[in-house]
């Protein structure tokens, strides 16, 4: 069974950093993309950041330039660079990875993880 481990949340000034990471882990054949999603209470979901597996980007116009997306396809697993963050940042902040299990491509989705941005 494939899951996604997210780890790295947590409570941080306004101004500070945080670093995300997400770890795929089971039997799968192959990730495509792999991103990170943020849903702040009374919010819609909604994308922060993803990358493909051939290395593209795109990004969330409100954390352009302050955050960053990486990937280490040796470990599976994709991270969120958070810096100069501001209480606006403040959400659970979800993983999600659309991985190949023979014969098809399924969408998965990380526990969630808590980001407090005090001012």
């Known amino acids: 069974q494939v899951q996604l481990v997210e780890s790295g949340g947590g409570l941080v000034q306004a101004g500070g950093s945080l670093r995300l990471s997400c770890a795929a882990s089971?039997?799968?054949?192959?990730?495509?993309?792999m991103g990170w999603y943020r849903q702040a209470p009374g919010k819609q979901r909604e994308l922060v950041a993803d990358?493909?597996?051939?290395?593209?980007?795109n990004y969330a116009e409100s954390v352009k330039g302050r955050f960053t997306i990486s990937r280490d396809n040796a470990k599976n697993t994709v991270y969120l660079h958070a810096n100069s963050l501001k209480p606006e940042d403040t959400a659970v902040y979800y993983c999600?990875?659309?991985?190949?299990?023979?014969?098809?491509?399924?969408?998965?989705w990380g526990q969630g993880t808590q980001v407090t941005v005090s001012s």
């Open positions: 999600h990875a659309i991985i190949v299990v023979l014969p098809r491509s399924y969408q998965y």
């Open positions: 089971g039997r799968f054949s192959s990730i495509n993309a």
């Open positions: 990358t493909t597996g051939g290395g593209d980007t």
